[in-house]
DNA sequence: TAGATTGTTAATCGATTAACAATC
DNA sequence: TAGATTGTTAATCGATTAACAATC
């Protein structure tokens, strides 16, 4: 049953949530409805009810969707009715800017860890977490379990990061590494590069 | 002509472009294959090929592309072949990172200008770049010509410190903020929540 | 030449949208 | 009740893939 929910749909799950967290804090009604939802996501109504309706019937007819109920269920439909422990691998700018981040909080995840090899990081704090010393990641994967990953390293590390990481059990890697990684089929990867994100819209560009 | 490929297929090109630049390093070969190419990004060869063959004939049969010249060739089509001039808005840990980030050169951007509302960073040196108050941010993007803006502002901001830019001339907008963005259709906006991407993965871990 | 690979066409596949009966 | 909006079906639209003649 899950396995045949396109990606493509879960995708857009989590930018539903965050349109009805918005409109939670904004109070004006404790209802929304697909065109009202549409309108602020620019997705049409349509496609917003076909996708939720591979999850269930969370809606009324005539009055739409409670906003907080809507929100629970899109929340346990992506298993983030727990906090996800995430390891950071690698203390450079980027992982610091991530280290201190405050948006993880109260969206299911939490950096616990924050590894690097550089021997002028080991040991540094961090927003609370002192940077550990590679040599000792794998350990921590397996001893709790942590299924999360972000890694924010050189291009040059990350494949090799990558294949430390799977052998160690993450299943979920978040990469800012500019360079695509070669991952088994059972461990989802994605990509955060500002560069190809400005690439694609200086093409629109004079 | 050109606006009608598929902006799913522009999409592609920054990552052809990506794996070339690594390909031409690596130096391996003077040439590959959509076949090769396909198989480092997990991309089926046909599909490259339908892409490159919107913008015309880049390679040989038998042989496959020239590795330099098709580099030369996206180069183009994505406007790459200049250098971007970049407002940052937004001084915090992630405006920070980025204005240190070194992966703008070469590959078409240059954060130029960095600027904030709060008192206490306005005046900071970032990585040669003093912190400018926002009061002055229009009229630089009106003098300077600027098209291209990273947005690195609390969520609570982000919407008004858009409308600003668009009203001064931006026309491509990178956001780090966790918000849907009102914006006119002439105005393109790209997202980066490391949040929806990992949410979107923990869909598929128990 | 023989083998390899392109560019393109047609077929397939999948995603989005329009429309509407059901019903709150 | 009358108006609004859901969930779903069928139609449309668009993207991907398979296949192959052309040709390096």
């Known amino acids: 049953m899950a396995g045949d929910i396109p990606d493509i749909v879960i995708g857009r799950l989590p930018i539903y949530l965050r349109a009805l967290t918005h409109m939670a804090a904004e109070g004006e009604s404790l209802t929304t409805s697909s065109h009202d939802l549409g309108r602020r996501l620019g997705i049409s109504s349509a496609q917003i009810r076909k996708d939720l309706s591979h999850f269930g019937e969370f809606g009324k007819q005539g009055t739409g969707y409670?906003?907080?109920?809507?929100?629970?269920?899109?929340?346990?439909?992506?298993?983030?009715?727990?906090?996800?422990?995430?390891?950071?691998?690698?203390?450079?700018?980027?992982?610091h800017a991530l280290a201190y981040y405050q948006g993880f909080k109260h969206r299911g995840f939490e950096i616990r860890w924050i590894f690097d090899n550089d021997p002028s990081k080991i040991g540094q704090?961090?927003?609370?977490?002192?940077?550990?010393?590679?040599?000792?990641?794998?350990?921590?994967?397996?001893?709790?379990?942590?299924?999360?990953?972000?890694?924010?390293?050189?291009?040059?590390?990350?494949q090799q990061n990558t294949d430390l990481l799977v052998k160690a059990g993450i299943r979920s890697i978040l990469s800012y590494a500019p360079i695509n990684l070669a991952v088994p089929p059972e461990v989802h990867v994605r990509y955060t590069d500002p560069v190809v994100q400005l690439q694609r819209m200086t093409y629109y560009l004079d």
């Open 125 to 158: 704090d961090m927003n609370g977490m002192i940077v550990q010393d590679m040599s000792i990641l794998a350990e921590l994967i397996v001893d709790e379990g942590v299924q999360v990953a972000i890694l924010a390293v050189p291009a040059a590390a990350a």
């Open 66 to 95: 409670n906003i907080n109920y809507l929100f629970e269920q899109l929340r346990q439909i992506l298993h983030l009715d727990q906090e996800w422990p995430v390891v950071l691998v690698g203390a450079g700018s980027i992982g």
